[in-house]
């Protein structure tokens, strides 16, 4: 069994499409689609990778992020943060509240399996 | 096999659904029947004349034989490959994919241009995205569903096995975001549409100008018929509702214009030239009527779209550059705000007073047409001595009936012959332009 990512996205077809590329790729992928108790269930999943959409439903991505970074457990796990936006200011809230990297949608599936595979190695 | 070797093929096709003999076909066009067997079996590389006679001897279009049905096919899966997404694509092979797996080719097709839309708005709205919380939540939708369609879309093009149910799963879901997609993007517009109209009643009075002409499509018949025009321009203006008094002063100058134009290029005899001439032309028009080449331009534009074969737009300029008429035409934006791209034949007409300019433009940008575009600079106002002369430039811009998708292209991608152009720099994806004045928003996200 690969490593473990968990991808918290809200849109279904993204979580369908994005699952199948990570575990045709040998990762063991768990998805979660609201922001309001993601903190707890990355803790309570423990991923290697978290894949972490921006705008969610209860709480902002951001939120979840700095949430992640405070705590022992997670501070330094690596997180890929997806937003729709792209702007500098929101790759710069990404920066400062730690993402590990940062992508914009629309992405490729190519970028996104680079992406994964640099930040956790197999 | 490239699309342009197939062109035996189709002669052959064509020949056969027509029962002549090879023969019969080969004496009509002087050549040897065996050697048009070669040309049949695709052996034979032919263009030029001879793919011409041989087009006009099965009755078909010469680009039906040269380019074929799946041109257009190819042809925009060749541009998916161009863009960096497609750099691990193998461009030469679009021909083979298309043909082997025209149902795949065509859902690649599909996804490539439905991004293309979406890019495009993204352009359009990048700029009051940061002010506009519902834009920004409507973008955030829309290009969720870009994000999911992409995705997926890759998914079913790049995997060589995949299972019936993932495969009809995702064929369902490419369906689903489709369709949202579609509806989010009519409320985007429909969104758009609201706020430019809120704009268009506090706006300038071009704007205004332009509102009032869009509503008549450019046309005014009212116009067309001989006689002292005040008296009808009066009610024009009155009709418009304009807010001010600088609009109806432009607009009345407009209109004794158009009603100038008309009496001296007739309407019925503009209509049986236009129908006796295959082609859009305004300096044979020119000549027909003993007017000069920017009246010629100005009357073809305004005419009412039914009269016209193919719509056409038409931008006017002064000497400073500065746009005084637009008639807008797809595929071929014209900037609302700020200056246009400074390689629009247009400025290169200021740069030449007199010198009719006939030449083919490309838009840059993904999905852009070609179009032919006519520009000439004309001195305006009366000739005299010791004053400074005024030009004003007009260029016309007609799209091309047959997409050049088979023409010979330079290194970077350019077609050979035609000028590549832009909307303005600010949304211009070209790099390394002479023309430049800023950068462009199309960042690398884009």
């Known amino acids: 069994m690969g490593k473990h990512?968990?991808?918290?996205?809200?849109?279904?077809?993204?979580?369908?499409?994005?699952?199948?590329?990570?575990?045709?790729?040998?990762?063991?992928?768990?998805?979660?689609?609201?922001?309001?108790?993601?903190?707890?269930?990355?803790?309570?999943?423990?991923?290697?990778?978290?894949?972490?959409?921006?705008?969610?439903?209860?709480?902002?991505?951001?939120?979840?992020?700095?949430?992640?970074?405070?705590?022992?457990?997670?501070?330094?796990?690596?997180?890929?943060?997806?937003?729709?936006?792209?702007?500098?200011?929101?790759?710069?809230?990404?920066?400062?509240?730690?993402?590990?990297?940062?992508m914009t949608k629309p992405f490729s599936n190519a970028e996104v399996l680079e992406v994964v595979r640099e930040l956790v190695t197999p | 096999m490239s699309m342009s070797t197939l062109t035996g093929s189709r002669i052959r096709e064509r020949r056969l659904m027509l029962g002549v003999r090879q023969t019969q076909l080969a004496a009509s066009v002087n050549i040897s029947a065996s050697y048009l067997n070669l040309i049949e079996h695709n052996r034979r590389r032919i263009g030029g004349k001879l793919l011409r006679d041989l087009a006009a001897a099965l009755g078909v279009e010469q680009a039906l034989l040269s380019e074929g049905a799946e041109a257009a096919l190819i042809a925009t899966l060749?541009?998916?490959?161009?863009?960096?997404?497609?750099?691990?694509?193998?461009?030469?092979?679009?021909?083979?994919?298309?043909?082997?797996?025209?149902?795949?080719?065509?859902?690649?097709?599909?996804?490539?241009?439905?991004?293309?839309?979406?890019?495009h708005i993204v352009e359009t709205l990048t700029d009051r995205l940061a002010h506009d919380?519902?834009?920004?939540?409507?973008?955030?939708?829309?290009?969720?569903?870009?994000?999911?369609?992409?995705?997926?879309?890759?998914?079913?093009?790049?995997?060589?096995?995949?299972?019936?149910?993932?495969?009809?799963?995702?064929?369902?879901?490419?369906?689903?975001?489709?369709?949202?997609?579609?509806?989010?993007?009519?409320?985007?517009?429909?969104?758009?549409d609201r706020a430019e109209g809120d704009e268009a009643r506090a706006s300038s009075p071009q704007d205004e100008i332009e509102a009032f002409l869009r509503a008549h499509d450019f046309?005014?018949?009212?116009?067309?018929?001989?006689?002292?025009?005040?008296?009808?321009?009066?009610?024009?203006?009155?009709?418009?509702?304009?807010?001010?008094?600088?609009?109806?002063?432009?607009?009345?100058?407009?209109?004794?214009?158009?009603?100038?134009?008309?009496?001296?290029?007739?309407?019925?005899?503009?209509?049986?030239?236009v129908a006796a001439v295959p082609q859009i032309d305004p300096a044979g028009m020119a000549r027909r009527f003993d007017v000069d080449l920017g009246t010629a331009m100005r009357r073809l534009a305004m005419l009412a779209p039914d009269h016209l074969p193919v719509p056409l737009g038409l931008v006017i300029c002064d000497a400073s550059g500065s746009t005084t008429f637009r008639k807008p035409i797809e595929g071929f934006p014209l900037p609302r705000f700020g200056g246009a791209c400074p390689l629009w034949?247009?400025?290169s007409a200021l740069g030449r007073p007199m010198a009719a300019l006939h030449m083919q433009v490309r838009q840059s940008g993904?999905?852009?047409?070609?179009?032919?575009?006519?520009?000439?600079?004309?001195?305006?106002?009366?000739?005299?001595?010791?004053?400074?002369?005024?030009?004003?430039?007009?260029?016309?811009?007609?799209?091309?009936?047959?997409?050049?998708?088979?023409?010979?292209?330079?290194?970077?991608?350019?077609?050979?012959?035609?000028?590549?152009?832009?909307?303005?720099?600010?949304?211009c994806p070209r790099k390394d332009c002479i023309g430049r004045r800023e950068p462009s928003i199309m960042s690398e996200e884009f």
């Open chain 2, 366 to 427: 993904r999905g852009a047409g070609q179009f032919d575009t006519y520009a000439i600079a004309q001195p305006i106002g009366p000739q005299q001595f010791d004053a400074p002369m005024l030009v004003e430039a007009h260029m016309l811009i007609v799209p091309e009936k047959t997409a050049q998708t088979d023409v010979p292209t330079t290194d970077a991608g350019q077609v050979e012959g035609v000028r590549q152009i832009g909307v303005t720099c600010r949304i």
């Open chain 2, 345 to 347: 034949p247009l400025y």
């Open chain 1, 5 to 102: 990512v968990l991808l918290i996205e809200d849109e279904p077809n993204i979580i369908e499409a994005i699952s199948f590329l990570l575990n045709r790729d040998g990762w063991r992928v768990d998805t979660h689609s609201n922001g309001i108790d993601a903190v707890e269930v990355v803790q309570a999943k423990s991923p290697d990778l978290v894949v972490l959409d921006v705008m969610l439903p209860g709480k902002s991505g951001y939120d979840i992020l700095r949430e992640l970074r405070e705590g022992a457990a997670t501070s330094d796990l690596p997180v890929l943060v997806l937003t729709a936006r792209g702007q500098s200011r929101d790759r710069e809230m990404a920066e400062r509240f730690g993402a590990s990297r940062f």
């Open chain 2, 219 to 273: 046309h005014f018949s009212a116009l067309e018929a001989p006689g002292d025009p005040q008296a009808t321009i009066s009610m024009l203006i009155d009709a418009g509702n304009f807010a001010s008094a600088s609009p109806r002063v432009m607009m009345r100058a407009l209109l004794e214009r158009y009603a100038a134009d008309a009496q001296r290029m007739p309407l019925g005899a503009v209509l049986a030239e």
């Open chain 2, 78 to 119: 060749r541009e998916a490959a161009a863009t960096p997404l497609g750099a691990a694509a193998e461009r030469d092979r679009a021909d083979e994919f298309a043909g082997r797996f025209p149902g795949w080719a065509q859902l690649v097709m599909g996804a490539h241009r439905r991004i293309g839309e979406l890019e």
């Open chain 2, 133 to 192: 919380p519902h834009l920004a939540a409507s973008m955030h939708e829309v290009l969720s569903m870009v994000t999911a369609i992409r995705s997926t879309a890759g998914i079913l093009a790049d995997t060589r096995e995949i299972e019936p149910e993932w495969r009809d799963r995702f064929h369902r879901n490419l369906n689903e975001d489709a369709v949202r997609l579609a509806e989010g993007a009519q409320s985007l517009v429909a969104y758009l």
